[in-house]
């Protein structure tokens, strides 16, 4: 059972989809007639961005990037690698980045930076969670969940070693699953 892992809940399923409701609302109004490209990274953003599209009431169209900083360890290499590009032509276009999370903010600087190259229209940010206090480059979402503290957090999409991200809702890891490691 993967409950019996859990230390303690942050955020429950049902605060989850309560909020993501209030995000897909303002998304909706703010983007309704710019057919946005919503861009989901992959893999930790999977089960966020399959509820959150469904609360979005507008035209919009769906691509997924694969980058990758953390490997399976649980402070960031600092280095960002693509492992899969879009399929979609950017130029032009209003993107929506959808992530899970956003610590150091390495992945999204990266992201941003290589969307607005490939001269995208605009690029914004929608992430599940924003951990403040990891924050090692200049980062910013426009839309966030909820805030969570300096700890390493598994569950609805987020892993720990490819584990745990099937959880639906957010949590910390008892310390014995690292000391088992
Ligand atoms: O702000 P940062 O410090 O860059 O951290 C955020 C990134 O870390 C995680 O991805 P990871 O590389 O672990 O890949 P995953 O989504 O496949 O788990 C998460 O999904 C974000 O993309
Ligand atoms: N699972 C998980 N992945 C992350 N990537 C960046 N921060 C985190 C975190 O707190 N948990």
Redesign the pocket.
């Known amino acids: 059972m993967l409950e019996r892992d859990i230390e303690k809940t942050f955020y429950s399923q049902e605060q989850i989809q309560d909020r993501i409701k209030v995000l897909g609302a303002a998304i909706s109004n703010d983007y309704a007639d710019k057919n946005p490209l919503v861009v989901g ?5 999977v089960p966020f961005l399959a509820d959150l599209v469904r609360s979005m009431n507008i035209h919009m169209e769906m691509d997924f990037m ?5 490997g399976n360890a649980t402070v ?1 290499s600092g280095e960002v690698r693509i492992l899969k590009d879009l399929s979609t032509v950017v130029e032009g276009r209003h993107i929506i980045i959808v ?10 600087r990266y992201l941003v930076d290589l969307l607005l190259h490939r001269k995208a229209a605009s690029v914004k940010i929608v992430t599940m969670l924003d951990k403040p206090e ?1 924050r090692v480059v200049d980062m910013e979402a426009d839309y966030i969940g909820f805030e969570v503290p300096n700890e390493f957090v598994v569950g609805y999409g ?2 720990y070693a490819e584990d745990y991200r099937n959880l639906p809702y957010i949590g910390v890891l008892k310390p014995e699953i690292y000391e088992n490691n």
């Open positions: 990274v992959l893999k930790g953003a694969d980058v990758s900083s953390y960031s992530e899970d999370i956003i610590d150091s903010g390495r992945t999204l990891g987020l892993d």
